[in-house]
């Protein structure tokens, strides 16, 4: 489903060949890319419950579907396995993103948004509140011909 729905944004104007992206699918099954640890080249398989990728090198832990992602990110299509040495370089800037990352849907998932159930973040899991309301929100100030104005709009993207 989700793959379909990258089809579809694909071509211009909606979405990735809109912002000089393109689109290359991989196969899942065989590149297995959340068994895989860059850091030292090893794959472990492991069942769809364990959500987190944390290995004995120093990789992790970091969310399962983030870490994929990273990986996906920089895979080279004519050969789907991931290398170390083409992750070393980006995983250092990429670690803390992606953290951060996980930090903000946590975030969301306790606000109320709710999330699929693949990224592990149940509500009971992230000791949410019972309130499904909208999160208050701080006042947020703009500095405009050097005066303080109230920021009217939200400060974060739309919920989809």
Not at 82 to 102: F, I, N, T
Not at 144 to 153: H, P, S, V
Request: glycine share 8%; net charge positive.
């Amino acid at each position: 489903m989700f793959v379909a729905l990258l089809r579809r944004t694909a071509v211009p104007p909606l979405g990735v060949a809109s912002t000089g992206g393109i689109l290359i699918e991989v196969p899942t099954r065989t590149t297995a890319l959340s068994q895989w640890c860059h850091g030292c080249g090893t794959k472990v398989k492991k069942p769809l419950s364990e959500r987190w990728h944390q290995c004995a090198c120093g990789v992790g832990p970091i969310q399962r579907d983030l870490y994929s992602a990273f990986l996906a990110a920089y895979l080279d299509p004519a050969d789907p396995i991931p290398s170390c040495a083409r992750y070393q370089v980006y995983w250092e800037g990429a670690e803390a993103r992606l953290r951060a990352a996980h930090e903000r849907t946590v975030q969301r998932a306790r606000e109320g948004q709710v999330l699929p159930r693949s990224l592990g973040l149940t509500r009971a899991r992230a000791r949410l509140p019972e309130s499904r309301g909208e999160p208050p929100q701080g006042p947020a100030f703009l500095l405009r011909q050097g005066r303080w104005e109230a920021w009217n709009e939200r400060l974060e993207p739309p919920l989809l």
